[in-house]
Antibody
């Protein structure tokens, strides 16, 4: 079965960059589908951040476009999130997920367990 | 951005009860609406995609319906494992947006 696992620092200082890794097992990220990052803030609001496609193209939430980068390492079957110039408002639980799409369907079918990131000095 | 208004924000309910959670989009979304469940341990899974399609492995007590701007998730008879957070999500237009969540609590 497909499994996704987020990893990275749990604490980041304001103005620094947040970097997370999503390791995928059970499916090769270049074989198909899109691979996304989503975050859940304290208070339950959820935000889609962006995705990288199986071919390597990216699509970002415009609200983050100047700060976000999603890349991948196909040799390790991993994809990455970098968010620059973080503030305390970026404190959230970060999830990676696979996007399943076909014939009008488009949804996140497999999710990682999430990793909590706190932005604080 | 399309705003998704989800109601109620919390709902006390009893085992065996039938419950419905609503999601209203700020504009028509052509049935491009999904539902997710988040358990207390943080794990998230899809329940319903494209308004009414049951994700593989999800019990048949879950169902989805709706059209235009108004959508709903119904649980026909609550089981103990259903007490969780529920989110709707639209994919009619970018950026994808989520509802604010509904916490289903034991009455």
């Amino acid at each position: 079965e497909i499994q996704l696992q987020e990893s990275g620092p749990g604490l980041v200082k304001p103005s620094q960059s947040l970097s997370l890794t999503c390791s995928v097992t059970g499916y090769t990220i270049t074989s198909g589908y899109d691979w996304s990052w989503i975050r859940k803030f304290p208070g339950n609001k959820m935000e889609w951040m962006g995705y990288i496609s199986y071919s390597g193209s990216t699509n970002y939430n415009p609200s983050l476009k100047s700060r976000i980068s999603i890349t991948r390492d196909t040799s390790k079957n991993q994809f990455f999130l970098q968010l620059n110039s973080v503030t305390t408002e970026d404190t959230a639980t970060y999830y990676c997920a696979r996007v399943r799409y076909y014939s009008g369907y488009w949804y996140f079918d497999f999710w990682g367990p999430g990793t909590m990131v706190t932005v604080s000095s | 951005d399309i705003q998704m208004t989800q109601t109620p924000s919390s709902m006390p309910a009893s085992l065996g009860e039938r419950v419905t959670i609503s999601c209203r989009a700020s504009q028509g979304i052509s049935n491009y609406l999904n539902w997710y469940q988040q358990k207390p341990d943080g794990t998230i899974k899809p329940l319903i995609y494209y308004t009414s399609n049951l994700q593989s492995g999800v019990p048949s007590r879950f169902s989805g319906s709706g059209s235009g701007t108004d959508y709903s998730l119904t649980i026909s008879s609550l089981e103990p494992e259903d007490f969780a957070m529920y989110y709707c999500q639209q994919y009619d237009s970018s950026p994808l947006t989520f509802g604010s969540g509904t916490k289903l609590e034991i009455k």
